[in-house]
């Protein structure tokens, strides 16, 4: 048995391993510690799938204390989102998040981020934390006219919880006026045990959720307060594994998978993130060049394996594309994997092989998402 | 942990339980299935390969990622479990009942530890 792949890829550019604020309730919690993108993080506790089904049937608590938090401040904060964004910000209410990618000149992804409207001179970025000493630097460098962009991150801890009981553990330490109504809302203020939070309505599981901001300091109350207020509806602590097999049966792309610098929105089925009525933004105009030569799929694997990353993808002896994920997932029982494919292979129902190391494994298209949740 | 004195150990976390002079059965070991997490999917040899010491004959994949399984001896592989081909989590939940192939007509094997050496082998993390 050869142990499993290096996790040194996904150490921080500045090569340091931090820990969250919450690194030993983890350890408590008998977290197996691994690092990750900066930061020694938890990939699994009980285990990948126990946590990953917890999350479908009851709820999970993720630390996602490692995610970059950016505030837009300042007259021109707006102006500046609409011209380094690709998504439109011009209509938004406060308390809104909205989802946008940050393009390239070519419209590759610098990163794909949420915007939270705290005002109308007030806005919070949040970015990939792999990716964050990047976006800061880049939206820096295209900063304009009155503003102030502070990179936030090291003083915010994050966590998620996710799960169709979330709400039920949240209306336990949270007031409902605390706790935001409708997808892609946040409130600003709501507090858990005296901390001050920001809870917003989002996700990265396909399930109800939440995610919760607060000051690194007040990590660890507002952990164990959710911890006790949900022991008795199941809720259990979930780590990096499970976040990304839910994430991945939701058909939720990652960055550095599905997208990167040389991959635009529209290729990576993103195109809701981007608005072309909202005049110039920075790669607007590649991104107006036709159709997208090759486009991200869904693969069910109809053979037997599991498709990985990186794995080439053929139709008969060609080459058309590539895995960009792949996983058993857990909840639905089977593997599925995301592929990059050129776009005349790309029709529900074409089959394929998918090299998986050295094997041809038998893949079919298939619409995304793999997993809907029952509303 | 679990290390059963009635099997031998290799370094790279196979175990191998020898039915007579030269017929063995391999699998891995409970601190491997530790270590990997939920077992998802196995892929094995078939009857009649030649098993080579040293050399990759069948892996194993968790959730995460994919682990290669060595074979700690030479010989013809006379058995396969097909029983972890439809329930590879018989890999976590019983790691010294889930074999996982059967070699016969063994000609070598490798220096294989006892339960007390591999348990030593195993704290010092390698």
Redesign the interface.
């Known amino acids: 048995?050869?142990?499993?792949?290096s996790e040194a890829k996904h150490q921080g550019a500045e090569g340091k391993i931090l820990k969250t604020p919450l690194y030993d309730a983890h350890v408590r919690c008998g977290g197996r510690i691994v690092p990750f993108a900066g930061y020694l993080l938890p990939?699994?506790y009980r285990?990948?799938?126990?946590e990953?089904m917890a999350v479908r049937e009851a709820c999970g608590l993720f630390d996602v204390s490692h995610m970059g938090e950016v505030v837009y401040e300042g007259p021109d904060a707006l102006a500046n989102l609409q011209r380094t964004m690709t998504n439109d910000f011009s209509g938004m209410a406060p308390g809104r998040v909205r989802y946008s990618l940050m393009c390239n000149e070519d419209g590759g992804a610098v990163d794909d981020l949420v915007v939270c409207k705290h005002g109308e001179e007030k806005y919070l970025v949040v970015v990939n934390a792999a990716n964050r000493s990047k976006d800061v630097e880049w939206m820096r460098r295209h900063a304009f006219g009155d503003v102030t962009i502070r990179d936030i991150s090291d003083d915010v801890a994050q966590v998620a919880l996710q799960g169709p009981r979330s709400r039920a553990v949240l209306s336990r330490v949270v007031p409902p006026e605390g706790i935001p109504e409708r997808y892609y809302t946040f409130v600003d203020g709501a507090e858990i045990r005296g901390a001050r939070c920001l809870v917003s309505r989002t996700g990265y599981t396909g399930e109800l959720g939440y995610e919760i901001y607060m000051g690194n300091g007040d990590a660890m109350r507002v952990w164990e307060a959710l911890m006790e207020a949900g022991a008795d509806l199941g809720l259990v602590p979930a780590g990096l594994?499970a976040r990304?097999?839910l994430r991945l049966e939701a058909g939720m792309p990652l960055y550095g998978h599905e997208m990167d610098e040389g991959v635009t929105p529209f290729e990576a089925g993103l195109g809701f993130g981007v608005s072309m009525e909202k005049g110039g933004f920075v790669g607007r105009a590649a991104l107006e060049k036709g159709a997208p030569e090759r486009l991200r799929v869904g693969l069910r694997i109809t053979g037997?394996?599991?498709a990985?990353g990186g794995e080439a993808v053929y139709l008969g002896g060609d080459v058309v594309g590539r895995v960009t994920s792949g996983?058993?997932c857990?909840y639905l029982g089977r593997?599925a994997a995301m592929a990059m494919l050129a776009s005349a292979h790309t029709a529900e129902g074409t089959e394929l092989e998918v090299d998986v190391?050295g094997?041809r494994v038998s893949a079919e298209v298939c619409a995304l998402p793999f997993y809907k949740r029952q509303r | 942990m679990y290390f059963p004195k009635d099997v031998s150990y290799s370094r790279?976390?196979?175990w191998v339980r020898m039915a007579d002079g030269n017929t063995a059965r391999v699998g891995?070991t409970d601190y491997?299935q530790h270590?990997?997490?939920?077992l998802?999917?196995v892929?094995l040899p078939e009857v009649g390969d030649e098993a080579i010491m040293g050399e990759r004959i069948a892996?194993?994949?968790?959730?995460?990622?994919?682990?290669?399984?060595?074979s700690p001896l030479s010989g013809r592989i006379s058995a396969v479990n097909g029983a972890i081909l439809d329930a590879p989590e018989l890999l976590n939940s019983d790691p010294y009942g889930a074999w996982l192939f059967e070699v016969r007509g063994v000609t070598e094997h490798e220096d294989l530890m006892g339960a007390e050496d591999y348990e030593r082998f195993c704290e010092k993390g390698e």
């Not at chain 1, 048995?1 to 792949?5: A, N, T």
């Not at chain 2, 270590?35 to 939920?38: K, P, R």
Request: no cysteine.
């Open positions: 048995m050869e142990e499993p792949g990939v699994q285990g990948v799938i126990a990953h594994g990304d097999t037997r394996g599991i990985r996983t058993h857990p593997p190391r094997r | 790279t976390h196979e891995i491997a270590e990997l997490g939920d998802v999917f892929n892996d194993v994949e968790s959730v995460k990622a994919v682990s290669d399984i060595f």
